[in-house]
């Protein structure tokens, strides 16, 4: 008897057990109407117009948190709005639950059916997340999205943006590339749950490096300082350059402008020559001799010769030989007479101009005609 008895109470506890983890398991699986994060302020809407008259209650699993009559307030820890929404504000973790309405109408309290309860689930904010790389063999990298947290992995998403875009199809919390395609590239990862999100700092892998084309310091010495220091050198000389050829072609332009200077003043002076020689001066003795035509003409044919010259002289017509020298006259007693002698030539007058003649080209002297002897 006593061993029956035994085992209906170990069936019964066995079946107790059973209930209460199938309720329970029941209840994780509920869905939640609402979502909030902890320390934010959220409020639940009531699904009834209230009347002045009506009595409000308010549960949170089967708890009162609120007792209104009309606008009066009887009791409860919670606030309502006027048209009865309830007010929850920094809201903690152990606020999650089931927040179920109750109105009683009018004076005689008649029960408000179909209200809407409201499953309020109060959830943490995502920490901040961290991406770690890592060397992979055959040349890939992999990055691995790192969270500090007790969430459920079920609660948390993860996302990666490379270069600040997202890439929609990596929702895992490790990516995988190949380090020579990605070389320059950076990475960031996306964690988030319903109510929060952050992103990480972004992350470069340092699997592959390229060989630089220039070694990074040359005999001890930052390249990048040569660099620097040969740049300058060639800037000094293009402007060294510069200032040359300015001063050579403001050189030239001065010695130009000089040269035709010169040239003018040149041009004047022999401008002036010619005008002094086309109209010479009177001189005094011009007036105080005067020459027979043989004697003009014979200083114009003089004069044409420049002064100094020493060749041969240029030959006279016959016609002015008669006329410069006349014929004496016959001497009865067949004896030639002596010529007249000439007379003296008056001094050539000296032209002011020193104008240059070309010389004349030489000619072979003739002899002048002898007299006649009767």
């Given at each position: 008897m006593r061993m029956a008895m035994k085992m209906a109470a170990a069936s019964t506890i066995a079946l107790l057990l059973l209930c209460f983890s199938a309720i329970s398991s029941t209840d994780s699986q509920?869905?939640?109407?609402?979502?909030?994060?902890?320390?934010?302020?959220?409020?639940?809407?009531?699904?009834?117009?209230?009347?002045?008259?009506?009595?409000?209650?308010?549960?949170?699993?089967?708890?009162?948190?609120?007792?209104?009559?009309?606008?009066?307030?009887?009791?409860?820890?919670?606030?309502?709005?006027?048209?009865?929404?309830?007010?929850?504000?920094?809201?903690?973790?152990?606020?999650?639950?089931?927040?179920?309405?109750?109105?009683?109408?009018?004076?005689?309290g008649?029960?408000?059916?179909?209200?809407?309860?409201?499953?309020?689930?109060?959830?943490?904010?995502?920490?901040?997340?961290?991406?770690?790389?890592e060397c992979q063999p055959n040349g890939f990298v992999k990055f691995t999205c790192k969270v500090n947290t007790n969430m459920q992995a079920e609660d948390i998403k993860f996302g990666w943006l490379k270069n600040n875009e997202v890439l929609p199809k990596e929702t895992n919390k490790i990516l995988t590339?190949?380090?020579?395609?990605?070389?320059?590239?950076?990475?960031?990862c996306n964690v988030s749950n319903v109510v929060s999100y952050t992103i990480s700092a972004p992350a470069t892998q340092l699997c592959f490096k390229r060989k630089p084309l220039f070694p990074d310091s040359i005999f001890g010495i930052n390249t990048w300082i040569f660099v620097g220091a040969g740049?300058?050198?060639?800037?000094?000389?293009?402007?060294?350059v510069i200032v040359c050829c300015i001063r050579t072609k403001r050189k030239k332009k001065m010695q130009m402008k000089e040269e035709g200077e010169l040239r003018l003043a040149w041009t004047n002076e022999q401008e002036q020559r010619q005008h002094q020689h086309s109209h010479p001066p009177d001189h005094p003795h011009h007036h105080q001799h005067n020459h027979p035509p043989d004697q003009r003409h014979h200083r114009h044919h003089h004069e044409k010769q420049p002064a100094g010259?020493?060749?041969?002289?240029?030959?006279?017509?016959?016609?002015?030989?008669?006329?410069?020298?006349?014929?004496?006259?016959?001497?009865?007693?067949?004896?030639?007479?002596?010529?007249?002698?000439?007379?003296?030539q008056a001094p050539k007058p000296v032209d002011n101009v020193d104008e240059e003649q070309p010389p004349p080209l030489p000619q072979p002297r003739k002899k002048a005609a002898k007299a006649q002897r009767v």
């Open positions: 509920v869905a939640c109407d609402r979502y909030a994060a902890i320390g934010d302020n959220i409020t639940l809407p009531l699904s009834y117009k209230l009347d002045e008259s009506d009595k409000l209650r308010w549960m949170h699993n089967d708890v009162v948190i609120l007792n209104r009559r009309g606008t009066l307030k009887i009791g409860g820890s919670k606030d309502v709005y006027e048209n009865g929404s309830l007010k929850l504000t920094n809201l903690m973790k152990d606020e999650s639950g089931l927040y179920k309405p109750e109105v009683n109408a009018g004076s005689e008649l029960y408000i059916k179909g209200l809407e309860n409201i499953h309020l689930c109060v959830l943490a904010r995502v920490p901040l997340a961290k991406v770690a790389t590339l190949v380090a020579k395609e990605v070389e320059k590239d950076s990475f960031s740049g300058g050198i060639v800037l000094v000389l293009i402007i060294v010259h020493t060749g041969p002289r240029q030959p006279r017509s016959k016609q002015n030989r008669d006329q410069q020298r006349p014929r004496a006259p016959d001497n009865p007693k067949g004896h030639p007479q002596p010529s007249p002698r000439r007379p003296a």
